[in-house]
Each structure stands twice: as structure tokens, then as C-alpha cells.
């Protein structure tokens, strides 16, 4: 019996039967047939109704199980008796009937045999339950025959503890009592008329294990009597030590703690610290971050766990994906494909039905059923980006291709890249083969630097670009990266389109002879050194004979510089000079940047550099070994481009402090404000005549040669405007100007973002506003800029002050104002 909704189990029936709901990594019903083969049973006919093909599909013909299974379909609820009826052609003889959907281990054999020796027409297995109100109550003479029924008694009604456990014995005349054409139940109608006709009725009090599994606690008691070994039940997995099993290709770092009894399930991964106390049951693939903390909870298959998750008492859908510090609490159910972000709270006793959102430190108290902020936006910051295989999966790379590539015409030409890690390789194939199906070809330069990629879809036949990297300071995430014709990344409208057409599915289909094709485009680094060298003054570069301590931070750019240095003819002590996945999923700007500045010193360097392993960001080591920050890198550079460059249009990011401001306008400049989006520093840097744009992360662009940031063109560059100027890097460091900025975020609930900038624009509208990005108040000694933040449900406060003390507290006033809205 295999047709039951399953409703008391939702949300985890929501989207599949209750027959395949997973029980110690098996479905229920699986155990069943186990069971069923163990007592000899090798017919079984399977009553199908709700999700019926994710029964058929999984069981077959039964041969994988040991028997031969056929299924019978409901077109409409039908009862216990009607379904029954409904597969009668293929009920000719003594048949058993048993629910697909409980934990039992009771000996059918028995049963039969009893069965057998009082002649039965019918016979119910019986079991003795400490509660039995929940249901049917059975009352038996001393030789076994019923003598009446009880459906779901009060105390007042309980002469005995035998509940029927749904499991009968039947002769094939019984389909003489059950009436076609209507609902019809066993023990509601069939037997109690059985037993009024005089008909040989018997109840057989089993032995062992039964639980009906119909509610969502009696699911997780399940689990506990399973491990508890209650029940006889095939666990799968290696029987480590007491209580412990272990899937094939599981792995347990050493400083894991396991408290059993636990059940780990096959491909899993528990990372250092994560501790799974008794009763916790991992499904397949399932990954358990550092620090972790599972008790008693049941996780299903290709669910992630970040680092520092705590769950107690709950369950966990399948491939449902809980962030960094997320915690659920006793009796919390998730349904499949839920996100939970990093902090959240989901309190005891919520559900969360399947595909939905719980955002970044929320705290939910109520069950989640309709409401939902929808799907989480495809788009971040850089693109589309998460973590590798359980966000960004080679199915979703090859969608969203297809999505990009239908906003594009046929036959037309992208260039692709990557990074050297594993992760990229598979998501960019992925992504090559969702183009070309798309219709649009590919120039694949392999592993290459952002900016060569941005460059070859300048200068050749591209008519955009795909690059997939690994998250910089997220070695677990990935991200793919468009570009447009131009080589600058895809804008906003541009982004929805895609979106829309992913979200939709509407992707674009050739026929087999309009599949794309795959070309790898030759000497691709050679015309971006030689387009490189033509756009700086290479002679008083050489002049200089500068020493450089250069690391490569194990990037593409070590694929690039060799080409660039021998044209520049500086003496260089290169660092990590080739790509290496293990030293750049370890890389941290800091750490590599101290190690240049011990070499800058003990070689006596004019500068060094850290080159970051996309070729994009640089972090500068002056003469002296001082290390610089961002924003002293983001002074020297415009500092410099102000002093060689006849009054030059700049571009920089509305958060800059304004010092830079003063410094453009003491030397005739043009300044243009933009958004903190690399994408709309790029887009304005692209227009018109921008000779230099900056971001604070260390971030150059030089568009002359290219409109977006290039970590070796901003090198070069420097090296230029150095020598022209004659000027250690330490000279110009001391002359930047001091300023100081403070930071703040509030967290605020993604409907409420709107609110908070409406509110506060018509609180403050008698200040000069400058609306270029969120609202930035315009102080004489400084300002704020409150920005809501596009990926996480915070808002951002950045002050500027004449002193650290007064930007901390204007920035912490504006906080308190956000808060006061939120109330």
C-alpha cells in the first residue's frame, strides 16, 4: 500500500510519497521489501496514487530488489479495501497486504502460519501499544478470533492495548465483501462486516517492532529505535565500532567528534571540529562544516552544512543548503532545496516547506509555507557566484550559458576562460557546452587572466566573454563572469535578461548542424603584451632599471609577466611565479604582501607588488617594505596620474574619501562620482575620456589600454610614472593625505530596505545629497553614504570625519536612525 499522501509528514511529502521518505538512507518502503523478501514473498503488487512515477522509477520491475513488482494505479482515492480491490487481477491467491510506509520487523511467516491453521478468511497482525488511541483497537477471544472493533477510542472505551497494524492476511474471497466503485476501507467497514456475516475472523498478536512513522516526531523516534537497534533493520554502511556507520567514500577529518549512535552516509564529508552527538543520521553527499554541532537530527541526501552550524532535534530536506552559524531548533523540519542564511534562527517547532529562503539573520518563528522572498537573485557582485557543486553545479553553469547565449544571435562567437583550479575546469566545460548548444561558438583560451580574457573579446571576434574563477577569499566558491563586447563586465538590464530567460527555462535550441563549435584562439598573450608596451613609455621604464619583487600569488599572471618584464627590462625577484590550485585557494593579500616587503628590504627593490591570482587587484610594497592599504595604493596612483597627466578626467567610487576630491580639483581635474559597483566604474571609465578610475580594493584602471581593472597594466603604469617623475614610492606615500572613515552595517529585512532609504532621504532632505548610489550627505567636514546592500539584508553606513572619533560616531548616528526606522 503504497498510495498515501502522507499529509501529518509534510513539508517532507510535500514533493515526494511517503513511501520514499528516507529512513536510515533507505525509503521506507525499501525496508519493506526487504522484509517482505526475507519471509519469502517474491509477488508484490504495489497500490500507487500520489507521486506515483517516483515509486516506479525507483523500484522498476523489483528485480534490483529480489522480486518481481508490478503497480497498480488509483485514478482516485479508492481506501484501503478499494485500492486492494483495484489490483485485484492480480490477487488470484493468498496474498498478504502490508503498508509501504511503517518501520515493522514482525515475522510475516508467523502470521501466515497462523493464518493457515485457524483457516482464516482474514487475519490481522496485531501489536501491543503502550498509547493505543491513535488507533484502531482490535479485541480478540482467548483462541485469536475477533470478537469486535474500536476506531480510535477515548480511555473510557480502551479494553485492550492491540491496535491493528494494518498488516493482513487474506483469501482471495474477501473481494466478495468489498463493494466496487467507491471509497472503501478494511477495518472501517470491510472487516466489521466480515465479522457480522460470521465469517472466520483472526487476530494474531505479533512479536517485534511496529510504528506507523505519521508524524513528523515519530519519524525522528524511528531513527532513534533503528540505531538504538530496537528494530531489526539493514543500516547501510560500514559498522565502524559501537553505534557508528560509516558510507563508502565518506571522510571524517581525524578532529572530528562522533558521539554514536550515528549514521554517516555514503560520499560525505565532516570537516575538523564538527561534532555529531548520538542519534544524527547523514544522508549521501552531505557536507558538514568545521565546527559543526548535529544532535539527534536527521539530514537527507546532498544537503550542506556551513561551519558552525548547530541543529538539534530537526530535520533537514534534501539538498537544502544552511550557511555559516545558521541554527534550527528542536523540532524544526526544512523541506527539500531550502537555503538558510548565514546566522539565521529558525525557533523550535517551525516548518519550512521546500524551495525556500531564509534570509541572512533572520530569526523565524512561524512556519514558512507560501510566503518566500522568492528564488535568491542569480546575480551578485561579480556574477554568478556560489559554492562550487552544491550552488553553482554544472547544471545550473550550463543553464544560465543558455540563457546568455539566447540573448545573443546565432553563430555568434564567445571567448571563454578559467583559473587553474579543478572547480573552474568543470564549471567553464559546463558552461562551453550550454553555449554551443545555444548555437553561439567558442574561443576557449584555457587558463588565462582576467584581462587577457577582457582583452581578446576586445580586440578579436567575440562579441562577449565568460571567465570562471574561484570567489577571491572564498575557496570554496566559484564564480562565472560575463563580459560584453566591449570587455567590460555585463550591466544591470543586461543581467535580467538573463535572469528572466533562466528563471523561465525559454532557452534557445539549434538543430544539431547549428551547434556551436570550439576554437582556441593562438598567440593571445603575445598581441596583449605587444598592445601593452605601445600604451606606457617602455624607454623610460628601461631607463629607470627598476628592481621589483613581484608575487604571482600561484595565478594565471604568472602565465602573462614573463612577456611583460622581458619588454620592460626591470631586474625582478619574482615570488610563486607559476599557478598552483593549492597555494591559490590558500592566498591571502596580507600574508603574501609581508613576505614581499621582508624580500623588498633585503634586496634593496625600488617597489614590490602582490598580484592578485585573477590579475586584477594589485598590493603595493614601497621601498622602505611599508605595506599599503587601498586606499594609500588608490592615492599614490591618482597622485601620480595628476602629476604626468595634463589635466585628466577621473572616475572614482562615491565612498572615496574627500581628499581625493581636493586633489583633483587643485590640479584642474575633472572628477565623476560613481556607483561601489566594479560594473558601473567600468561602464563610466568606458565613456568618454576617463584617463584613470579607481575602486578601494585595489582595483586600476587605465582605459586607454582598457576599461577595467588590470592588475599588470596598473603596474606598468606606475613603473612609468615613476620614472617620469624621478620619485621613490615612499616619497609620493608620504604625501598622500590622512583622512579618516568609519563603517557600520544595520541589519535590515530585504521588504524593508525601500522603506529605510524613503524615510531617510525625507528626514535629511535639507542637507546637500548626492544620489549617484544610495544617499551620501554632503557635511562641511565630511559626509555618510547609506547603501543598501544588493546581495545580503544589511545596510551599509560609511562616514567621513576631520577626526577617527567624530567619522565612528556619525557613522554609528546614521546606524541608530536606520534602527529607529526598522522599530
Keep these: 500500500m503504497a498510495g498515501g499522501e502522507g499529509t501529518r509528514l509534510r513539508p517532507l511529502t510535500s514533493n515526494q510519497p511517503k513511501p520514499m521518505i528516507p529512513l536510515a538512507n533507505r525509503p521506507m518502503m525499501e525496508h519493506i521489501v526487504g522484509l517482505l523478501r526475507e519471509h519469502s514473498f517474491t509477488d508484490v503488487v504495489v497500490t500507487v496514487a500520489f507521486l506515483a512515477n517516483s515509486i516506479r522509477t525507483y523500484f522498476g520491475d523489483g528485480s534490483e530488489f529480489g522480486v518481481r513488482m508490478v503497480y497498480a494505479t488509483e485514478e482516485t482515492p479508492l481506501g484501503t479495501a478499494g485500492s486492494v480491490l483495484n489490483a485485484r487481477e492480480e490477487l488470484d491467491e493468498r496474498f498478504l497486504v502490508i503498508s509501504g510506509d511503517v518501520l ?21 497482525a496485531l501489536k501491543a501499544m503502550e498509547n493505543p488511541l491513535e488507533f484502531g483497537i482490535v479485541i480478540t477471544r482467548e483462541d485469536g478470533s475477533i470478537d469486535r472493533f474500536l476506531e480510535k477510542p477515548t480511555w473510557g472505551q480502551v479494553f485492550s492495548d ?10 482471495p474471497e474477501v473481494f466478495e465483501h468489498i463493494p466496487a466503485g467507491r471509497p472503501v476501507d478494511f477495518s472501517g467497514e470491510v472487516f466489521p462486516a466480515l465479522l457480522a456475516a460470521g465469517a472466520p475472523l483472526y487476530g494474531y498478536v505479533a512479536d517485534g517492532y511496529w510504528e506507523d512513522v505519521g508524524t513528523l516526531d515519530a519519524y525522528l523516534k524511528s531513527h532513534q529505535d533503528a540505531l538504538d537497534g ?13 553505534g557508528i556507520w560509516l558510507g563508502e567514500g565518506a571522510e571524517v577529518h581525524p578532529a572530528a567528534r562522533l558521539d ?12 575538523a571540529g564538527a561534532h555529531l552527538s548520538a542519534y544524527t543520521v547523514l544522508g549521501s553527499n552531505v557536507r558538514v562544516g568545521a565546527d559543526a554541532y548535529l544532535e539527534r537530527c536527521v539530514v537527507h541526501d546532498n544537503a550542506y552544512l556551513g561551519d558552525s552550524v548547530r541543529l538539534r532535534g530537526c530535520i533537514i530536506g534534501r539538498s537544502s543548503d544552511l550557511r555559516r552559524g545558521a541554527r534550527c531548533e528542536e523540532g524544526v ?12 534562527v529558525i525557533n523550535p517547532g517551525v516548518k519550512v516547506y521546500p524551495f525556500k529562503t531564509v534570509e541572512t539573520g533572520a530569526v523565524i518563528n512561524s512556519s514558512i509555507v507560501w510566503e518566500s522572498r522568492g528564488a535568491r537573485q542569480l546575480f551578485g557582485r561579480l556574477g554568478v557566484s556560489g559554492l562550487a557543486n552544491v550552488d553553482v553545479t554544472p547544471e545550473l553553469a550550463a543553464r544560465v550559458a543558455m540563457a546568455y547565449a539566447s540573448t545573443l544571435k546565432k553563430g555568434t562567437t564567445i571567448t571563454t576562460s578559467r583559473d587553474a583550479s579543478r572547480a573552474a575546469r568543470a564549471v567553464k566545460r559546463a558552461v562551453m557546452v550550454g553555449l554551443n548548444a545555444a548555437g553561439v561558438n567558442v574561443d576557449d583560451l584555457e587558463v588565462a587572466t582576467v584581462p587577457v580574457t577582457r582583452f581578446q573579446v576586445r580586440s578579436a571576434r567575440s562579441q562577449g566573454g ?8 572564498d575557496p570554496q566558491s566559484v564564480v562565472i563572469r560575463f563580459f560584453d563586447a566591449e570587455g567590460t563586465d555585463i550591466d544591470e538590464t543586461t543581467q535580467r535578461k538573463i535572469e528572466r530567460l533562466y528563471y523561465r527555462e525559454d532557452y534557445r535550441r539549434v538543430l544539431a548542424a547549428e551547434i556551436g563549435d570550439i576554437g582556441f584562439p593562438p598567440r593571445a598573450l603575445e598581441f596583449y603584451t605587444a598592445a601593452l608596451t605601445t600604451s606606457v613609455d617602455i624607454d623610460a621604464i628601461r631607463g629607470a632599471r627598476f628592481k621589483v619583487v613581484l608575487d604571482y600569488a600561484y595565478g594565471s599572471t604568472s602565465f602573462v609577466m614573463p612577456n611583460v618584464l622581458a619588454k620592460l627590462g626591470a631586474d625582478v625577484l619574482a615570488v610563486n611565479p607559476y599557478a598552483s590550485t593549492p597555494g591559490a585557494l590558500s592566498f591571502e593579500p596580507g600574508r603574501h604582501a609581508s613576505h614581499v616587503a621582508e624580500l623588498v628590504q633585503a634586496s634593496g627593490a625600488h617597489l614590490g607588488a602582490v598580484l592578485d591570482p585573477d590579475g586584477e587587484h594589485l598590493t603595493l610594497v614601497d621601498d622602505t617594505g611599508h605595506v599599503l592599504s587601498d586606499d594609500e595604493a588608490l592615492f599614490v596612483m591618482l597622485s601620480l596620474v595628476l602629476d604626468t597627466q595634463p589635466e585628466p578626467a577621473i572616475a572614482l567610487p562615491a565612498a572615496a574619501p574627500r581628499a581625493a576630491e581636493q586633489m583633483c580639483l587643485d590640479a584642474n581635474a575633472s572628477l565623476t562620482w560613481t556607483k561601489l559597483s566594479p560594473a ?16 578601494q580594493d585595489g582595483g586600476f584602471i587605465f582605459p586607454g589600454f582598457l576599461p577595467a581593472y588590470d592588475a599588470v597594466v596598473a603596474l606598468a603604469n606606475l613603473l612609468a610614472m615613476l620614472a617620469t617623475t624621478g620619485l621613490r614610492l615612499s616619497k609620493v606615500v608620504s604625501g598622500t593625505p590622512r583622512f579618516h572613515v568609519a563603517h557600520e552595517t544595520v541589519v535590515t529585512p530585504w521588504e524593508q530596505k525601500g522603506l529605510v532609504m524613503r524615510t531617510l532621504v525625507e528626514r535629511i532632505k535639507d542637507h546637500e545629497l548626492l544620489l549617484v548610489d544610495g544617499v551620501k550627505v554632503i557635511y562641511p567636514d565630511g559626509w555618510v553614504l547609506v547603501l543598501p546592500d544588493p546581495e545580503d539584508p544589511v545596510t551599509h553606513v560609511w562616514a567621513e570625519a576631520d577626526s577617527r572619533r567624530d567619522a565612528s560616531n556619525r557613522a554609528q548616528e546614521y546606524a541608530r536612525r536606520i534602527r529607529q526606522i526598522l522599530r
Design 466 to 473: 565568460i571567465t570562471v574563477r574561484l570567489v577571491p577569499g
Design 162 to 171: 492491540t491496535v491493528n497494524t494494518g498488516i493482513y492476511v487474506l483469501e
Design 333 to 344: 523540519v526544512l523541506g527539500d532545496e531550502c537555503f538558510v542564511g548565514e546566522h539565521a
Design 260 to 271: 554514536g549512535p550515528v549514521v554517516i552516509g555514503d560520499n560525505c564529508r565532516v570537516d
Design 230 to 242: 530496537k528494530v531489526e533493520l539493514d543500516i547501510a554502511g560500514f559498522r565502524m565500532s559501537e
Design 104 to 124: 515493522t520487523d514482525l515475522n510475516l511467516s508467523e502470521v501466515i502460519r497462523f493464518h493457515e491453521e485457524k483457516g482464516s478468511m482474514a487475519t490481522i
Design 680 to 695: 558601473h566604474l567600468m561602464e563610466v571609465a568606458s565613456q568618454g575620456d576617463v584617463t584613470f578610475a579607481a575602486s
